[in-house]
């Protein structure tokens, strides 16, 4: 009996003493602070992937706690933790913090992510970083023009909607739509990518991308998108490799052969025909509408879409400033300087793609060059797709 109760006592004092010797849990383990944003791809996918595998490897060592940008208070207090420990560092979502050190969600984050734990674990004592007093105008009155429109030109780069266009002038260009016309659809398309980022930069359309189903869409669309582009990609390469057996421009697969051409005008194209009348050259006036009207829908989509942490340096101080100071003309001016940066690049592609649908000299140059052409198209439609299936 005797022995019984020291053994119990023994195995008491040890768990005692494993106890005591132990890492904080719980509540009192020092925190790890996540800075994300509603519309950041990188966020959710870190917080998926990445985080999970950071609790179960620090697990009780640790707590993590997540603030949303869009949260005023949330994005007082990041900034105010870069002001006081890291005035350099480049507010690339998501952002951690941790024992007054910061890292940004860029490069190999859970390497970055476990050095930086174990960094601020071996210091011991937490510094606790709740800053709430940044000063939001003086942020602002240190904007400058360039560099807002620096950071929309560099978010502008958007491969889906340069896809969407592209796809759009050539249809409507087989489907025998004038310059004029496809004029009026390119830029109906850069006008409501325009003005659908300037409402996700005044937050209009966070509730969304708090939904979990809204998610599961975007990684469809764009795994579908990437898919297409390998498609073209690979009918790129056969034509490339049989223009160079052959020296034969007719027959090449990545063109829309008649069939094809009326398979997608009588399924997909229903308010995209063109309306004769009588005369055999007039169009109906409710016909161009509904063009229009289909443009601007596919153009929203994209852009909610396809929304991925931009303007996180700027738009969150802009729609703050816009919202609650004196100084909304100068903010308005911003945010529009910001989108207009951020269509530039569309434009261009929609310039080039106009160019070739309706360039009788250019087609003459892809013609005379069409081994080179046909090389670029898969160099590019290969390294879309990858990089929109990678990212879905």
Not at 6 to 35: E, H, R, W
Request: aromatic share 12%; with cysteine.
């Amino acid at each position: 009996m005797k022995n019984k109760n020291i053994l119990f006592l023994a195995a008491v004092s040890f768990l005692l003493l494993g106890i005591t010797l132990s890492p904080a849990y719980g509540d009192d383990a020092p925190a790890l602070l996540v800075f994300h944003s509603p519309n950041c791809q990188r966020c959710l996918k870190v917080k998926k992937e990445i985080i999970p595998r950071i609790e179960a490897e620090f697990k009780g060592r640790i707590r993590i706690e997540y603030r949303d940008i869009a949260d005023i208070k949330d994005y007082i207090s990041m900034l105010g933790l870069k002001e006081k420990y890291d005035k350099d560092i480049v507010l690339e979502l998501p952002l951690f913090f941790m024992n007054g050190k910061l890292l940004n969600g860029t490069g190999d984050v859970k390497a970055n992510l476990e050095g930086l734990i174990n960094a601020s674990l071996e210091e011991g004592s937490e510094k606790k970083g709740e800053i709430l007093g940044a000063d939001l105008v003086s942020h602002f009155k240190d904007i400058r023009p360039l560099a807002v429109a620096g950071a929309g030109l560099t978010d502008g780069i958007n491969p889906c909607a340069f896809t969407v266009i592209v796809f759009f002038m050539s249809y409507l260009a087989f489907q025998g739509y004038r310059k004029l016309e496809l004029v009026i659809v390119g830029l109906s398309f850069i006008f409501t990518v325009f003005l659908t980022y300037f409402l996700i930069g005044l937050g209009i359309f966070n509730f969304l991308y708090r939904l979990e189903s809204f998610w599961v869409l975007t990684k469809i669309f764009n795994v579908s998108i990437g898919i297409f582009s390998l498609i073209l990609g690979i009918l790129a390469i056969y034509d490339l490799v049989r223009f160079s057996r052959t020296q034969d421009a007719e027959g090449q697969l990545l063109q829309l052969p008649k069939t094809v051409k009326n398979q997608i005008h009588s399924v997909i194209g229903r308010h995209y025909r063109k309306v004769k009348e009588k005369d055999g050259q007039k169009r109906s006036p409710l016909g161009l509408a509904r063009l229009v009207l289909g443009t601007l829908i596919t153009g929203f989509l994209v852009s909610i879409l396809e929304a991925v942490c931009t303007g996180q340096l700027y738009l969150p101080t802009l729609a703050f400033i816009l919202k609650t100071t004196p100084l909304k003309a100068k903010a308005l001016v911003y945010l529009v300087l910001y989108n207009v940066m951020f269509v530039i690049p569309l434009f261009i592609i929609f310039l080039l793609a106009l160019l070739g649908v309706t360039s009788s000299a250019f087609s003459q140059f892809v013609r005379k060059h069409l081994a080179s052409v046909k090389l670029l198209m898969a160099i590019i439609f290969i390294s879309l797709g990858i990089f929109l299936v990678w990212r879905g």
